[in-house]
Antibody
Framework: EVQLVETGGGLVQPGKSLKLTCATSGFTFSNAWMHWVRQSPEKQLEWVAQIKAKSNNYATYYAESVKGRFTISRDDSKSSVYLQMNSLKEEDTAIYYC?????????WGQGVMVTVSS | DIQMTQSPASLSASLGETVTIECLASEDIYSNLAWYQQKPGKSPQLLIYYANSLNDGVPSRFSGSGSGTQYSLKINSLQSEDVSIYFCQQNYDSPRTFGGGTKLELK
C-alpha cells in the first residue's frame, strides 16, 4: 500500500523558517518524481516544488512565489522528501501536501497545516 | 505559465442527474489533463489522467474528454458521495497548474 505522511507543520511568525518532511512507503521511491502542492484557506491548489529522481540528476523546480525562499530535497535511503521553508510570509499559510507523480499526481499525503502569523 | 480556467465555480444538481465540468487551457496541452476529486476534509484524489483514462477504482459514471485546449469531466447518475470539489490540472508543462475548482452540491 502506498503511503505518504507529512510532518513538521505548525504556527510560525513571519520571517521565520520551517521544515516539512514527507515519509513514504509502498513504492520505489528512488525512481519517483516528487512534488509539494499547497492549498490555501480559500481552497485553491498551487503547485510549489518538484524534485526528480537520481537518474534525472535530482533536478528541482519551484513556483515563482517561493523561488529563493523554499528548498526541496530528498533522501532516497529514507524514502523521504523535504521542504525547507525560509523567510515565511502570511500568504504561505496553507495545507501542504506531498505527492508522487506517476500518471499524474496519483498519490497524496494527508497534508500538514502551516500557519504564518504574528 | 499555462492558465487553467475551470467552470462553473459551483454547481447544484439532483441525485441521478448528469453533470459536466469544463476546463480551458490557455494553450494546447495535448491531452495532458488530469481531474481530481476532493471530499470535505480529505486530500485530492486522482480521478482521470491523460484527459480520458480512468484511475484504478474510480466508478465508471465518471468520464473525461477533450483535446487541445478544451476538456470536460462528466458525472453520470449523480450519487450523494459525489459531493466534492473537483479540480483540473495540466501536466504538459511546468509549473503544473490547476484550475480554480468546482464545488458540486446536491440540490
Amino acid at each position: 500500500e502506498v503511503q505518504l505522511v507529512e510532518t513538521g507543520g505548525g504556527l510560525v511568525q513571519p520571517g521565520k523558517s520551517l521544515k516539512l518532511t514527507c515519509a513514504t512507503s509502498g513504492f520505489t521511491f528512488s525512481n519517483a518524481w516528487m512534488h509539494w502542492v499547497r492549498q490555501s484557506p480559500e481552497k485553491q491548489l498551487e503547485w510549489v516544488a518538484q524534485i526528480k529522481a537520481k537518474s534525472n540528476n535530482y533536478a528541482t523546480y519551484y513556483a515563482e512565489s517561493v523561488k529563493g525562499r523554499f528548498t526541496i530535497s530528498r533522501d532516497d535511503s529514507k524514502s523521504s522528501v523535504y521542504l525547507q521553508m525560509n523567510s515565511l510570509k502570511e500568504e504561505d499559510t496553507a495545507i501542504y501536501y506531498c505527492t508522487w507523480e506517476y500518471n499524474s499526481f496519483d498519490y497524496w499525503g494527508q497534508g500538514v497545516m502551516v500557519t504564518v502569523s504574528s | 505559465d499555462i492558465q487553467m480556467t475551470q467552470s462553473p465555480a459551483s454547481l447544484s444538481a439532483s441525485l441521478g442527474e448528469t453533470v459536466t465540468i469544463e476546463c480551458l487551457a490557455s494553450e494546447d496541452i495535448y491531452s495532458n489533463l488530469a481531474w481530481y476529486q476532493q471530499k470535505p476534509g480529505k486530500s485530492p484524489q486522482l480521478l482521470i489522467y491523460y484527459a480520458n483514462s480512468l484511475n484504478d477504482g474510480v466508478p465508471s459514471r465518471f468520464s473525461g474528454s477533450g483535446s487541445g485546449t478544451q476538456y470536460s469531466l462528466k458525472i453520470n447518475s449523480l450519487q450523494s458521495e459525489d459531493v466534492s470539489i473537483y479540480f483540473c490540472q495540466q501536466n504538459y508543462d511546468s509549473p503544473r497548474t490547476f484550475g480554480g475548482g468546482t464545488k458540486l452540491e446536491l440540490k
